[in-house]
């Protein structure tokens, strides 16, 4: 979310806000602005520094408007069944109507994210700079944790064993 650096936590009112969390229910939006401690205090789960809307918003703006972008031609005709919302309509205004559009729609998204990413689908994402040390770390082990699950997976136990490794140095720090 951009224009709001500075800014105070809604909820302590001493600390920087470094989580932004907007939602919008029944078409109604609302914006929520707290430091992080605040925000685990809520139960507010931060996993991507980029708000989703804002992410696909961006991509979909840098990408020329062809129906491969999009799947088949079918999913035009596609309806959330719970908002009512269409494909066409985030072609026109490059947000989504509810949450249950990421999962209807995830086929079409998925296709424009890989397009505009060169097949990559992960976004990672970073930490902000005036982020607390400690979240950077929990970002790393969290990534760590990701390739140790997949190495594991894959039965590349080499792979592992060092990943698990570098895990435990990670958590030393």
């Given at each position: 979310m951009q224009g709001v650096v500075g800014m105070q936590c809604q909820i302590c009112k001493k600390i920087e806000a470094t989580v932004h969390l907007t939602e919008i229910v029944d078409g109604v939006r609302s914006e929520m602005h707290m430091c992080e401690h605040c925000a685990q205090n809520e139960g507010v789960v931060v996993k991507s520094q980029v708000p989703i809307n804002e992410l696909l918003g961006n991509l979909l703006a840098s990408q020329p408007?062809?129906?491969?972008?999009?799947?088949?031609?079918?999913?035009?005709?596609?309806?959330?069944?719970?908002?009512?919302?269409?494909?066409?309509?985030?072609?026109?205004?490059?947000?989504?109507g509810c949450?249950?559009?990421?999962?209807?729609?995830?086929?079409?998204?998925?296709l424009l994210?890989?397009?505009?990413?060169?097949?990559?689908?992960?976004?990672?994402g970073k930490v902000p700079s005036k982020a607390p040390q400690q979240a950077a770390v929990q970002t790393h082990i969290a990534d760590l944790q990701k390739q140790l699950e997949a190495a594991v997976k894959s039965e590349n136990y080499e792979l592992a064993a060092k990943l698990r490794d570098r895990i435990v140095e990670a958590e030393r720090q």
């Open positions: 408007m062809d129906e491969e972008s999009f799947g088949a031609s079918t999913a035009k005709d596609e309806v959330c069944p719970y908002c009512g919302f269409t494909i066409q309509q985030y072609r026109k205004d490059g947000l989504l949450p249950h559009d990421y999962n209807v729609f995830e086929k079409q998204l998925s994210v890989e397009k505009t990413q060169d097949g990559k689908t992960v976004h990672r």
